[in-house]
């Protein structure tokens, strides 16, 4: 099968397009013949990418990209929720060959039915994203209606997510973004949006009952000042897994498959609650231009793969 790999512990430009065997399903898998997946340009700092489990490195080849969308081409033995022929989006394992390939294989709990509005490309650039706004303000935080809510990187790929959660469990949402963002980001439900470039967010916020950050560094630190007493903060940046202080280590939230959060998130899509967003797409062969577009930044949704022309 052709696939995007790497055979070093290196960057994009170390990405290899070439064949390697196709996977085959075990107990509780799915083989999905993948059509689309999504660009996430962290994953080369990622533990679990050059790493197993128990800390020894993980053998090349390594397959990047946990999300995507596709057709079950084949089941694994005791998965009865799935049928092959069955149009599924969702994530597979961090510490597993990954979805930039014709072929992957995940778990069958990590799966859902794809939204019947969204084609494959707009569903691959959903879960990971999705799935962190999801647990990060309902199952962590349980944001309830008429609390304040402030989001940090309104307009990135898990930022656009959490301002539409938010305002649908009806909470007055607080969003920071740069100038060219505000009114795309009032546009998905923020109440009040602050330009992050010319105002100091603490300067104008206060007695916030969620803090959900995606940016990390010293937005974080100064996030701690703005929340009321009770409150609760949520960081998904990398930075908080290594911290030191210990109430940054509590507030890391890292994302999980959970094939029932997608079937609720794909129902909220259909229902026109949750719009999906996708910077650009590229053909599977050119991941390398599309790892150096997504470094670069500014962004409103995600990258995306085609594999299935």
């Given at each position: 099968?052709?696939?995007?790999?790497?055979?070093?512990?290196?960057?994009?430009?170390?990405?290899?397009?070439?064949?390697?065997?196709?996977?085959?399903?075990?107990?509780?898998?799915?083989?999905?013949?993948v059509?689309?997946?999504?660009?996430?340009?962290?994953?080369?700092?990622?533990?679990?990418?050059?790493?197993?489990?128990?800390?020894?490195?993980?053998?090349?080849?390594?397959?990047?990209?946990?999300?995507?969308?596709?057709?079950v081409?084949?089941?694994?033995?005791?998965?009865?929720?799935?049928?092959?022929?069955?149009?599924?989006?969702?994530?597979?394992?961090?510490?597993?060959?990954?979805?930039?390939?014709?072929?992957?294989?995940?778990?069958?709990?990590?799966?859902a039915?794809?939204?019947?509005?969204?084609?494959?490309?707009?569903?691959?650039?959903?879960?990971?994203?999705?799935?962190?706004?999801?647990?990060?303000?309902?199952?962590?935080?349980?944001?309830?209606?008429?609390?304040?809510?402030?989001?940090?990187?309104?307009?990135?790929?898990?930022?656009?997510?959490?301002v539409?959660?938010?305002?649908?469990?009806?909470?007055?949402?607080?969003?920071?973004?740069?100038?060219?963002?505000?009114?795309?980001?009032?546009?998905?439900?923020?109440?009040?949006?602050?330009?992050?470039?010319?105002?100091?967010?603490?300067?104008?916020?206060?007695?916030?009952?969620?803090?959900f950050?995606?940016?990390?560094?010293?937005?974080?630190?100064?996030?701690?000042?703005?929340?009321?007493?009770?409150?609760?903060l949520?960081?998904?940046?990398?930075?908080?897994?290594?911290?030191?202080?210990?109430r940054?280590?509590?507030?890391?939230?890292?994302?999980?498959?959970?094939?029932s959060?997608?079937?609720?998130?794909?129902?909220?899509?259909?229902?026109?609650?949750?719009?999906?967003?996708?910077?650009?797409?590229?053909?599977?062969?050119?991941?390398?231009?599309?790892?150096?577009?997504?470094?670069?930044?500014?962004?409103?949704?995600?990258?995306?793969?085609?594999?299935?022309?």
């Amino acid at each position: 099968m052709k696939v995007i790999y790497l055979n070093q512990k290196a960057g994009p430009e170390s990405l290899v397009f070439g064949d390697l065997p196709q996977p085959a399903p075990k107990e509780g898998e799915v083989l999905v013949k993948v059509h689309a997946t999504a660009i996430t340009p962290t994953e080369f700092q990622w533990y679990p990418t050059f790493n197993t489990p128990s800390g020894e490195l993980r053998p090349f080849p390594v397959v990047l990209g946990h999300e995507f969308s596709g057709v079950v081409e084949a089941l694994g033995s005791g998965v009865e929720n799935l049928k092959v022929g069955d149009a599924v989006y969702g994530l597979n394992g961090w510490f597993a060959n990954g979805a930039e390939a014709e072929f992957c294989v995940a778990p069958a709990t990590a799966l859902a039915l794809k939204p019947r509005l969204l084609n494959h490309v707009q569903s691959a650039v959903v879960p990971i994203s999705a799935l962190t706004a999801w647990q990060g303000l309902l199952c962590r935080s349980n944001v309830q209606r008429g609390q304040r809510v402030l989001i940090h990187g309104a307009a990135g790929s898990v930022g656009v997510f959490a301002v539409q959660l938010a305002r649908w469990r009806g909470a007055h949402v607080i969003a920071t973004a740069s100038a060219a963002n505000l009114d795309f980001v009032r546009m998905l439900g923020a109440v009040q949006v602050i330009d992050y470039q010319t105002t100091r967010f603490e300067d104008v916020v206060r007695d916030v009952d969620v803090v959900f950050d995606t940016v990390g560094g010293e937005t974080l630190e100064r996030s701690w000042r703005v929340l009321k007493a009770g409150g609760r903060l949520v960081t998904v940046a990398t930075q908080g897994a290594g911290a030191v202080e210990q109430r940054v280590r509590d507030a890391f939230l890292l994302v999980r498959a959970d094939g029932s959060q997608l079937k609720q998130i794909a129902k909220l899509i259909d229902a026109g609650e949750l719009r999906v967003f996708v910077e650009t797409v590229f053909p599977l062969a050119r991941a390398r231009e599309a790892y150096v577009r997504a470094q670069q930044g500014k962004m409103r949704g995600k990258i995306a793969l085609r594999v299935l022309e």
